[in-house]
């Protein structure tokens, strides 16, 4: 008979409708096998649509009555979880609130400034991290003396230096074949490397990750076959943020992918540099079973993307450019890019609160923004509407 | 694509439509308008089709026409209409069927009182608001994306009834509206009309772009002189 867990740790995700959270099944799997804390933590992931009322969060982790409760946040559910980490912490005082993830590890002190539910904030990679918060609140020792942890000591907020990035990727024990994640047609997606090669102003993907550090090529692979042999997934995706990053990369993942695509398996919304798909590379995508791709810029403006420090071959671009779909949106300035600590500079104004949209420019205003949202949308539809 | 006299200034709108609606229009023949169609696609394989005219959809050859627009390769096919005949039943699921995706539904105004008497046809409004909903319903069915859109003429007569047309255009689910200025508007006069009618829109979500009106006269509207879809007149 197990023993009752000293520590029961609820993880809560906030994911778009149908998806699970890779980011909490890593943190899981990796916490789960710390041999520090086997027999004495207990875990459970809520995976909820982003959608549901932070009231029905709050509901669902009372339930658990956990001792921590962990949640991911980025800048799209950033605003419901700070609803529900209050609530929580009115209904369940003494639990011990942490958040993570890119919305919260740039600003870690400034939300808990902000938000006096959230007692902790673990910075970077969650992984390593999360487990080390764990063993030390086990102890009953000092959080905030934990490397990439954020945390309070009575009306201090202290940060804990960073933690250094996770050398060997393969050491995060795989959240598929662990099982730790509970799969979801359509709804999984493996990463086969962390970091990004461009440095473009407005993303997180590169922010903090300088190099790029890759899953071996047989842990990608035996996840692969996990998801379409043994799990008899027939539609999934891969979360890296250049599926094309080396024409050698493509050729591997392309042979890896092609019988289970001769079987039927189709991979989504893969994002691609599309400057670099020619003829062969679009062939390789169609072997690989790649059913949809995503690209794009941000902008087609010179100025902008020369702001944002974003190459682009806008002959190659407008000449692949056949999109079944068109995405449109104002730009949002993400905590800890490169945009955000320059907005002052370029004249960008935004909205302090997740997502952070942007408000205005130096050249457009906030109702011209608004009627180009409008504009947008309608620009897809018309799009969209083909034979 | 047009097939009657689109040159008509709007003060002559009403009069032209009830022409039409009480003679039997003239149409040029499917053989040919095609070989205009497979010109355009030549240009520019990329190219849609829209029909226009006084009712392309009462053109006797209209499905042939649409057909062999599909079949020449366009993605993309529209036309403008009153909306009166897609109340009939059946004709907006075929005219989807036979691959039209862009229906472009042209108002007077934003009720029968303000709309029927410039159109001259009683009940047109009311078939119009059936059409456009019988479109809608079609295309959920079909799973098919389609685009209905609003378009405004603009004229003396329509002038202050544009923001409350603009409203129930954004009732209708409409994509997005023109509003169809003629050469002649006296820009002034008309400038804050078609301004309240540009908010309407954008407090509604939905796209107003205004056609042939000179920039200076939208002011800080100026962006609403940009429509979501370009036409060049091929025939």
Known sequence: MNATPHQKVALVAMNSVGYHSLALGY???????????????????????????????????????????????????????YDACRLVRQILPDTYIVVGGPEVTPIAEEVLDAQPAIDAVVRGEGEETFAELLVTLIKGRSPWRVEGVTARRDEEVISAPDRPLITDLDAIPSPYLTGVLELVEAGAYIETYRGCPRRCGYCFEGK????????????????????????????????????????ERLEWLTGVMEPRARAGVCLHTIEVDIERIGPEEAAMLRRAGVVSVETGPQSVGARALETCHRSFDRDRFVAELDPGVLQMS??????????????????????PSPPHEVVSTGEITFPDLRRLEVMGNALMSHYRARV | MVYGSEKATWRRVAGVLAQAAASAPTYRHAAEIMPIIDEALAVSSGAGVFFLGPEPLEHPEIRQLITGAVSAGTQRIGVRTSGRPLADASSADELISAGVRVFEVSLLGSCSE?????????????????GVRAVLDAAEARGVRVV????????????????AAVRRFAEMRVTSIVLACPGT??????????????????????????????????????????????MNEAG
């Open chain 2, 148 to 163: 209905v859109r609003g378009r405004l003429g603009v004229c003396r007569h329509t002038l202050q009834d544009l923001p």
């Open chain 2, 185 to 230: 508007l006296e820009s002034r006069r008309f400038a804050e009309w078609i301004a309240a009618a540009c908010d309407t829109g954008t407090v509604n979500r939905v796209w107003v772009a205004v056609s042939d009106l000179a920039l200076e006269t939208l002011g800080d509207k100026a962006l609403h002189a940009v429509d979501v879809i370009t």
């Open chain 1, 330 to 351: 104002t730009l949002h300035v993400l905590p800890g890019t490169d945009l955000w600590q320059r907005a002052e500079e370029v004249g960008l104004s935004y909205n």
């Open chain 1, 27 to 81: 943190v899981q799997a990796w916490a789960q096998a710390d041999q520090r804390l086997v027999g004495k933590s207990g875990f459970m992931t809520l995976d909820l649509d982003v959608e549901v009322d932070p009231l029905w969060v709050a509901y669902r982790v009372a339930g658990l009555a956990p001792d921590v409760v962990g949640f991911s946040v980025t800048c799209w559910n950033a605003c419901a979880i």
């Open chain 1, 208 to 247: 903090g990750f300088g190099r790029i550090r890759s899953f071996s090529r047989e842990r990608v692979e035996a996840e692969v076959a996990h998801l379409t042999s043994v799990l008899g997934l027939r539609s999934f995706s891969f979360i890296d943020p250049i599926f094309n990053l080396t024409r």
């Open chain 2, 114 to 130: 303000t709309h029927d008497p410039l159109a001259g046809a009683e009940g047109s409004f009311a078939a119009a608001a059936i």
